[in-house]
């Protein structure tokens, strides 16, 4: 099993940065995407960002440029900086984890950006 931990959530004012972070314990192999998902209310969830084992990335254009992802492979944590903040990224953000086929969510962080 895998485990997933967000932090770094909270409320901040349009135009400001969070940073969020998530560590994964448990039977985690080499081979893997981490990733951010997140989900408005009364919307689906959508991809926001993830990063290889290689460390390639890939961003949802709705927040290209202005969020990072990034990861620290030997603590087995990702973080995704998140500047110049919106309203419309208001909403909860799940870290998940894919290895072989077989995904793994955190339990999510709210993120409320106010005008």
């Known amino acids: 099993q895998v485990q997933l931990v967000e932090s770094g959530g909270g409320l901040v004012q349009a135009g400001g940065s969070l940073r969020l972070s998530c560590a994964a314990s448990g039977s985690i192999f080499s081979s893997k995407v981490m990733g951010w998902y997140r989900q408005a209310p009364g919307k689906q969830r959508e991809l926001v960002a993830f990063i290889t084992s290689g460390g390639m990335t890939n961003y949802a254009d709705s927040v290209k440029g202005r969020f990072t992802i990034s990861r620290d492979a030997a603590k087995n944590t990702v973080y995704l900086q998140m500047n110049s903040l919106k309203p419309d990224d208001t909403a909860v953000y799940y870290c998940?984890?894919?290895?072989?086929?077989?995904?793994?969510w955190g339990k999510g962080t709210l993120v409320t950006v106010s005008s």
């Open positions: 998940n984890l894919r290895q072989y086929g077989v995904d793994f």
